[in-house]
């Protein structure tokens, strides 16, 4: 399944760069009601 290609897009509220795990983690500990799903971007 591709995201770009599929409605679960929508179920994405952020995405963030593996390198700003912390503070996604600290995002989803402190404010849980404001995010639906996170994914994390990786780069090479």
């Known amino acids: 399944m591709t995201i770009g290609?599929?409605?679960a897009r929508?179920?994405?509220s952020h995405?963030?760069?593996v390198d700003r795990a912390a503070e996604a983690f600290d995002l989803l500990d402190k404010h849980p009601s404001e995010v639906l799903r996170?994914?994390?971007e990786f780069k090479e």
């Open 5 to 7: 290609a599929h409605p």
């Open 10 to 12: 929508a179920l994405i």
């Open 15 to 17: 995405v963030m760069p």
């Open 38 to 40: 996170l994914v994390f």
